[in-house]
């Protein structure tokens, strides 16, 4: 996402020498950071696939040539089958849910299990393990017991085995958040020792390696199984990324000074756009929404 807003903003006629210099060290800050500006300068190169439409969005609506370049940027990226071609394991997964989608559904063993929006799993049960994999997005676990058959759900860098339990586990970026409704869990990451998380904890990990539990409101943690997400001091680029997962396209904040800005608020999942509205109005920022693309500046 980083490299769409560079390739954004070094081709917007606003562009200074500032600019350029800011994009010359963001390019050399990072190895990565190179291809990642090639490929949206690829996706880019394939605008034409779009750009009828943004031409015409841009006739009625009065986007800027910014939000156009957003806009067919953000509708490459969200076509799904180039997004699973970019994410081989999602081919397999056995079950997937759209933006803004809630499924519920039972598994072989009885377990029960709901992934929240824009989410996908993939299970594999054999005679000595029940074996679920979070390829993206959140999911609930509710397990049947069965003594000769753990249940594990892979996630990230790491695995959370039921101790006869519910619990909720939810994959953002390379972080991975596990929270126990009911009895335990065993959390372990790469080769290091599980901890044992009882119900009302939460525990995440990552790149870093397992955090410190700490106790959370286990109601609010699965307010999205009933249409809504709380917020609670949160930064505004982590709010963003998070409806964006309920959210048809993309959400771009071009302002990371305004991304720091604290964000404590409940929102309908079903009505991303009036979250954003509500955002627009209470905080500095101002909301330029062209269909397949939100654009969130700083004022």
């Known amino acids: 996402m980083e490299a769409l807003e560079w ?12 600019d350029r210099r800011a994009f010359a060290a963001w390019l050399v800050a990072d190895p990565a950071n190179r291809p990642a500006f090639e490929q949206a300068e690829a996706l880019w190169n394939r605008f034409d696939v779009v750009e009828p439409e943004f031409r015409r969005r841009r006739k009625a609506g009065g986007l800027g040539r910014r939000d156009v370049l957003l806009g067919g ?5 969200a076509i799904p089958a180039g997004y699973v071609a970019l994410n081989r394991d999602l081919i397999f997964a056995t079950w ?10 039972t598994l072989d063993d009885g377990s029960q299990v709901e992934l929240g929006s824009a989410s996908a799993l993939s299970v594999d049960f054999s005679a ?10 959140e999911g609930f676990f509710q397990v049947a017991p069965d003594a000769a058959r753990p249940f594990v759900v892979e996630a990230g860098i790491g695995r959370t085995r039921a101790l006869g339990t519910a619990f909720n586990v939810k994959l953002d ?3 991975v958040a596990v929270t126990v409704m009911e009895h335990a869990v065993a959390v372990a990451v790469a080769n290091g020792a599980p901890l044992t998380l009882e119900a009302g904890w939460q525990v995440s990990y990552g790149p870093v390696g397992l955090t410190r539990p700490v106790e959370v409101d286990t109601g609010l943690v699965q307010a999205w199984r009933q249409d809504r997400i709380v917020f609670e001091d949160v930064p505004l680029a982590a709010v963003l990324r998070e409806l964006e997962r309920y959210r048809r396209g993309r959400i771009i904040l071009m302002d990371r000074a ?6 404590t608020a409940v929102f309908e999942t079903t009505n991303v756009d009036a979250a954003l ?10 909301v330029v929404d062209g269909g397949l693309i939100a654009v969130v500046y700083g004022r």
């Open 7 to 18: 390739f954004v903003r070094i081709r917007d006629d606003k562009a200074d020498a500032e």
């Open 73 to 77: 940027l953000a509708a490459l990226v």
């Open 96 to 105: 997937r849910t759209a933006a803004g989608e809630r499924r519920s559904f």
């Open 128 to 137: 000595g393990l029940r074996r679920v994999a979070l390829l993206e997005g």
């Open 173 to 175: 970026e390379d972080t």
């Open 258 to 263: 305004a991304g720091a800005m604290p964000v």
């Open 277 to 286: 509205a509500t955002i627009a109005s209470a905080l500095p920022v101002r």
